[in-house]
């Protein structure tokens, strides 16, 4: 179809609050990645680092502070939404530190907008899917180069006090979002937490778009 005979999409804000490591952050990006049918999405993505404590080099899942019934009732709700919309996900064995996969997704979008989400999915994969440590900085420049991000880029996203600013940054607009957890979605005045609906997706994103 020529491109004068396209239909005009309106064009989306969202801000979202997420971390590679949540994996209701993964199922979230999926979901909302949808409404790129309906809207020109322009999506915010503010990184947050939620467990600074653990370490790179990764620990078992049964490290986190939750309760065994509570996490099970998760993973079980995680597992059942995942199927319901065909998103591949393997048995999380192991939580690790993401703040280099973080810098590095920073770092990746001075690199344009196709690198950036070509990165962005790759790490999402690695860890949900592959099950790599996305904490180990070998994997991080693995997945790097695969993307054909540039080794400047590489090198500035563990080296350039910008990127570590940058995420300091993010933890200031979600205070002021009012944003306690990942992931959140904030469409214009709104903000959705959670394990959110395409559904409620798409009512937000009409709201958001019929204020402006």
Known sequence: MPES???KLPELQVTVYSDYICPFCYV???RLQRLR???ELKINWCFLEI????SAEGEPIDSLDYPSQQWQQM????KRVAREEDIPLSELSFITNSRDALLLSEACKQEGREIFYDVHEKLFTAYFVEGRNIGNR??????????KVSEETIESAWSDEK???RLAANFDSARQHDVQS?????FGEKVLTGVVSEEAFRKAAVQSTITK
């Not at 993973?75 to 995680?78: F, G, I, Q, T, V």
């Not at 420049?141 to 695969?146: F, N, Q, V």
């Not at 990942?182 to 904030?186: I, M």
């Open 163 to 165: 990127h570590q600013q």
């Open 5 to 7: 005979n396209r239909r």
């Open 138 to 147: 070998d994997v991080l420049i693995d997945i790097a180069k695969t993307c």
């Open 37 to 39: 049918d309906s809207y």
């Open 75 to 78: 993973m079980d709700n995680l």
């Open 182 to 186: 990942v992931p959140s979605f904030v």
């Open 28 to 30: 979230g990006h999926h």
């Open 51 to 54: 467990h600074p404590e653990t």
